[in-house]
C-alpha cells in the first residue's frame, strides 16, 4: 500500500488497526439519471490487460466538482476493510477528493 502522508487525515492514521491499512478509496464506477455508466475512471487490469484511465472530458458530464474520485476509507463504507477505522474518524463527514481537484468534508449518508 502506498500512503501520501500529505493527503492523509491525522485522526484515520490514529484509529486504523494496522500501519498497512489501506487509507482511501478510488470510485470505481460514476452514475448519474440519463447518462450512461462509467466504469473504473481510474483504469485498471483485468489480468494481463491494462484498462486506460478515462479521460477528463468522459468524466466531466457527471460534475467535476460534484463527483467524488477518492474518499476516506473505514468499515461503514468498506465493510471487508477489518483494519480500517470501524466508522469515519472525523464522526459525521469523510474528507473527500473530487474530479475537480478540490477537497471537502462529504456527509455520510
Known amino acids: 500500500n502506498y500512503e501520501a502522508e500529505i493527503l492523509t487525515n491525522p485522526a484515520y492514521l490514529r484509529m486504523r488497526t494496522s500501519d498497512t491499512a489501506q487509507v482511501y478509496v478510488f470510485t470505481d464506477r460514476l452514475q448519474k439519471e440519463g447518462l450512461p455508466f462509467v466504469w473504473h475512471p481510474w483504469g485498471r487490469r483485468d489480468g494481463e490487460?491494462?484498462?486506460?484511465?478515462?479521460?477528463?472530458?468522459?468524466?466531466a458530464p457527471y460534475?467535476?466538482?460534484?463527483?467524488?474520485?477518492?474518499?476516506?476509507?473505514?468499515?461503514?463504507?468498506?465493510?471487508?476493510?477489518?483494519?480500517?477505522?470501524?466508522?469515519?474518524?472525523?464522526?459525521?463527514?469523510?474528507?473527500?477528493?473530487?474530479?475537480?481537484?478540490?477537497?471537502?468534508?462529504t456527509e455520510v449518508e
Open 49 to 59: 490487460t491494462l484498462r486506460s484511465s478515462q479521460k477528463l472530458s468522459a468524466v
Open 63 to 105: 460534475g467535476l466538482g460534484e463527483t467524488v474520485a477518492v474518499t476516506e476509507l473505514d468499515q461503514l463504507n468498506y465493510p471487508g476493510a477489518s483494519a480500517a477505522p470501524p466508522t469515519p474518524p472525523l464522526g459525521d463527514v469523510r474528507m473527500c477528493l473530487y474530479f475537480d481537484w478540490h477537497v471537502a468534508p
